[in-house]
T-cell receptor, first 115, second 112 residues
């Protein structure tokens, strides 16, 4: 079964600094990859997705992520964060090989942006 | 607004009771997923329906059941509730299997 590891449970950073949130998944076969953001007391909102094509994908709010098949990673980056980026971030993987296509989520990374 | 509607937003009930959570997917989406989010377990997949048929089951307890109706809305039924069932329950929908899922605002269930 597919598993998703978000290596950092919490990432503190100062405003306007760059940030990288790390995500690794277990299977290297065909996958779709996603990053979601969850603000307090809200549902999950899609930030970006990789389905096929260019391994560098750009999303909303200035975020981007790079798919690395050999390292089974899909790290999320932003060159300059804002206070408003403080939220919980989830990496998700849909494994296409088993036929279920169920999005499996990591445990989440709490991004805390300090002024 | 994701287009996915969940009701109710909050639910407080006693142990041993039964509740029903409702989800209306985005217009045109055939696939519905239910997830449970708790502090200790993270976001756990419960069950998926596709165009009215159950397609996949995850860590769903036997006390829990779900269905998807012909108009594609879905209900998650939780019975014999225990304190440990307190969590956020999310519904998500997608146009096709595996592509991006759009999440509702969730139902916060508190069992007392």
């Amino acid at each position: 079964a597919q598993s998703v590891t978000q290596l950092d449970s919490q990432v503190p950073v100062f405003e306007e600094a760059p940030v990288e949130l790390r995500c690794n998944y277990s299977s290297s076969v065909s996958v779709y990859l996603f990053w979601y953001v969850q603000y307090p007391n809200q549902g999950l909102q899609l930030l970006l997705k990789y389905l096929s094509g260019s391994t560098l994908v750009k999303g909303i709010n200035g975020f981007e992520a790079e798919f690395n098949k050999s390292q089974t990673s899909f790290h999320l980056r932003k060159p300059s964060v804002h206070i408003s980026d403080t939220a919980e971030y989830f990496c998700a993987v849909s494994d296409l090989s088993g036929g279920s296509y169920i999005p499996t989520f990591g445990r989440g990374t709490s991004l805390i942006v300090h002024p | 607004d994701s287009g996915v509607t969940q009701t109710p937003k909050h639910l407080i009930t006693a142990t041993g009771q039964r509740v029903t959570l409702r989800c209306s997917p985005r217009s045109g989406d055939l696939s519905v997923y239910w997830y449970q989010q708790s502090l200790d377990q993270g976001l756990q997949f419960l069950i998926q329906y596709y165009n009215g048929e159950e397609r996949a089951k995850g860590n769903i307890l036997e006390r829990f059941s779900a269905q998807q109706f012909p108009d594609l809305h879905s209900e998650l039924n939780l019975s014999s509730l225990e304190l440990g069932d307190s969590a956020l329950y999310f519904c998500a929908s997608s146009a096709t299997r595996g592509t991006e899922a759009f999440f509702g605002q969730g139902t916060r269930l508190t069992v007392v």
